[in-house]
């Protein structure tokens, strides 16, 4: 017998019509929130999700699901929490409304909490972790009248935290400078952030979600994507990360954190990441992943 909250979606429409709205969280918030978004489907879609730090997602109307290799429970997911993702994560709806925000790798530590290592590629039920039920604060932002309105209630939300909770400690601070700065070797990420080797695998799984070589690994697709993904009609090879031995380095990488080639990535239509990204452009959010900047000490 068949899971009665196992959604179910209709075909893809090559008919479905996108609307994405994207907007920057106050500066307070910038080292930790990375944008606000609002997507809006007319009917079915399927699309994908590139590896991120964490997320928070509202299922406004219609049915959303996102499923990650290697994790689905299958349940619906009105008020969701997304774990730091170290691979693509597929998306299906059958049209309507969802709106959330993304995190940055500090933001999950300074807003969730440790043991990012637990919940990487998962995707589980929001509960109370913003200090308030998530289904009671969904309600709220279904009957807000705009996404703006969304966006002071989640601000409001997410300053009333960063009042109550600690502030991030320096060692995974350290950490996060030194990943900026993407080392080369293990030996190297730890120097830069200063601690021993055995400790920034500690901190790398508890804070970041995973073992220091995936991160630096995760990080260097990650630049290479975010130059890749904006460089129309740019030479493939002319955007690799130097670090990429040749193109066949990347193709490796590029199979394993996105699970296609990039062949099959460029061909496949992309209906909600076309929409994000048009609105991301227009309101100032970078297409890039690289991280954003650190909070002031």
């Not at 080369?184 to 990420?189: D, H």
């Not at 239509?269 to 609105?279: D, S, V």
């Not at 100032?284 to 991280?291: A, W």
């Amino acid at each position: 017998m068949s899971d009665p909250s196992t959604p179910t979606f209709a075909d893809p429409s090559a008919d479905c019509t996108v609307t994405a709205d994207f907007t920057l969280p106050q500066e307070r918030l910038l080292p930790y929130v990375t944008f606000f978004y609002s997507i809006e489907a007319s009917g079915p879609l399927s699309d994908f999700l590139y590896p991120e730090w964490g997320a928070v997602r509202f299922m406004i109307s219609g049915n959303w699901h996102v499923s990650n290799p290697g994790f689905d429970d299958g349940g619906r997911q009105d008020a969701v929490l997304f774990g730091p993702t170290d691979r693509h994560g597929r998306i299906l709806a059958d049209g309507g409304k969802t709106v959330g925000f993304s995190l940055s790798a500090i933001g999950w530590h300074r807003l969730i909490g440790n043991a990012a290592g637990r919940m990487a590629n998962r995707v589980v039920p929001l509960a109370d972790r913003l200090g308030m039920e998530g289904m009671a604060l969904r309600a709220q932002i279904q009957a807000d009248r705009c996404f703006a309105d969304s966006v002071a209630r989640f601000e409001q939300l997410l300053l009333g935290l960063l009042d109550r909770r600690p502030p991030v400690g320096e060692t995974v601070l350290a950490v996060d400078r030194a990943l900026r700065d993407r080392p080369a070797t293990t030996a190297e990420f730890a120097a830069g952030a200063g601690v021993s080797e055995r400790t920034l695998h500690r901190i790398c799984v508890d804070a970041f979600g995973f073992p220091p070589k995936r991160l630096m690994r995760r990080q260097r697709f990650l630049d290479t994507m975010g130059r890749v993904r904006t460089a129309v009609g740019e030479a493939l090879g002319e955007a690799l990360d130097p670090a990429y031995f040749d193109q066949s380095h990347f193709y490796r990488d590029f199979r394993d954190f996105l699970g296609m080639t990039p062949r099959a990535y460029f061909g496949a239509p992309r209906p909600l990441m076309a929409a994000a990204a048009e609105a991301q452009t227009k309101a100032g959010v970078t297409l890039s992943f690289k991280l954003p900047p650190p909070p002031e000490a």
